[in-house]
Each structure stands twice: as C-alpha cells, then as structure tokens.
C-alpha cells in the first residue's frame, strides 16, 4: 500500500512541471531578444543554448544561452519561441533532436 501512495505522489510531482509549463500563455509577445556575447566553448562536443524571454509574474525575464553537451553525438538542439495564437502568445519549450 505503502508503494502505491509513493507511485501516486511521484507520478503527481513529475506532471505537476508539466502542466505548468503547457500553461504558459502571454497576451503580448516579447520583446526583442538580447543579443548574446557567447563566450569560448568549453569543449569540442559542447552546443550552445541561446538565451530566450521567459514570463514571470507580469514581465518577460531574459534567461541567458548557456554551453551544453548534448544526449548523444548528432543530437542537435531545436530553440524554444513564443507562438503567436488567437488572443496571445504561447511558449514552445526547445529540445534536443
């Protein structure tokens, strides 16, 4: 029983992120995005991550690009952006393909 309730409550901890970030819908779009000072590359498999506007509170916040590697060898990273949609404007996380 004990494992059951541990299985419900992780299932819930791990959708609860998810379900907050599908959520994430702007009546106006971002501004401009900064233009990066990417600095030197860590290492010959690492990939840059640009910077993107996330919306916190009532205001877009720059998060900044970051060096990352990747999951395995050809994976490439797809940007995140914020879709324009009828009424206002959604973010479409990015992703390693």
């Not at 309730?5 to 299932?11: D, E, G, N, Q, T």
């Not at 907050?20 to 690492?46: D, L, S, T």
């Not at 060898?73 to 995140?80: E, K, L, M, S």
Request: charged share 15%; glycine share 10%; no cysteine.
């Amino acid at each position: 029983m004990k494992k059951l309730l541990f299985s419900a409550i992780f299932a819930i901890a791990l959708a609860a992120p998810a379900a907050q970030a599908a959520g994430v819908y702007v009546r106006f779009g971002p501004p401009r995005p900064v233009r990066e000072r990417v600095i030197v590359r860590p290492g010959p498999r690492h990939v840059w991550v640009p910077g993107y506007y996330r919306y916190v509170g009532t205001r877009y916040v720059w998060a900044p690009g970051y060096w990352a590697m990747p999951p395995h060898p050809r994976a490439a990273w797809v940007p995140g952006y914020w879709a324009h949609r009828p009424g206002g404007y959604i973010w479409i996380a990015g992703y390693w393909r």
